[in-house]
């Protein structure tokens, strides 16, 4: 199946930092989707980004998927950001499967 | 805005006993998902369901697993025999479409505990 790598598998940031998080992926996908686990464990949608670039205020999104990479990008973090961060992505062969990578725990200090 | 409900938030179980994981989709999807997540681990996939019937699973849904979308709102996932290593928390998810521009929408999970 697809395999689904996360960089880095953690990350501690002081308040106010920049971060970019990574997910490569091992073959052609339909789908790929950026996701917040909070601490409640609720699996909260960042970005839905097959391909190009996404924006949603501190946050942002490539998906470069001819090199089938994403990078998230995160803004002057702020404590609330910390959390686990998952990539998943659906393989193009529509079988409606999303793969989840092993995730990126992020811890924001203040 | 629409989301994805589940109910209950968190179950308790004993070992052997049958549970029943509700979902309510987004009333306009069409394609509905369990995934689930064991402590600390990566979310899994479970199973997809379009037109009342099972679309793909994966080799964690065994026979113990079955899914039904019983009317026109709810899906559920049900259990017949919880073992211990069935504590996760399982996630529902639907999406409009599927294939190309099928983003799913997650619930916020219901947390099952098996003693």
């Known amino acids: 199946g697809i395999q689904v790598e996360q960089s880095p598998p953690d990350l501690i940031l002081q308040e106010g930092a920049n971060s970019t998080l990574r997910c490569n992926f091992s073959d052609s996908v339909n789908n790929l989707q950026w996701f917040h686990q909070n601490p409640w464990g609720q699996l909260i949608n960042l970005f839905y980004?097959?391909?190009g670039t996404k924006q949603n205020g501190r946050l942002s999104a490539t998906t470069v998927a001819t090199e089938r990479y994403s990078l998230l990008y995160i803004s002057s973090s702020q404590t609330t950001d910390s959390g686990v961060y998952f990539c998943a992505v659906e393989r193009k062969r529509n079988n409606n499967d999303m793969r989840f990578g092993a995730g990126t725990r992020l811890t924001v200090k203040p | 805005e629409p989301e994805v409900t589940q109910t209950p938030s968190h179950q308790v179980t004993q070992m052997g006993q049958e549970v029943i994981l509700r979902c309510v989709p987004i009333s306009n999807h069409l394609y509905f998902y369990w995934y689930r997540q064991i402590l600390g681990q990566k979310v899994e996939f479970l199973v997809s369901f379009y037109n009342n019937e099972i679309s793909e699973k994966s080799e964690i849904f065994d026979d113990q697993f079955s899914v039904e979308r019983p009317d026109g709102s709810n899906f559920t996932l049900k259990i017949r025999s919880t073992k211990l290593e069935d504590s996760a928390m399982y996630f529902c998810?639907?999406?409009?479409?599927?294939?190309?521009?099928?983003?799913?929408?997650f619930g916020p999970g219901t947390r099952l505990t098996v003693l």
């Open positions: 998810a639907s999406s409009e479409v599927g294939g190309h521009y099928n983003e799913q929408f």
């Open positions: 980004i097959p391909s």
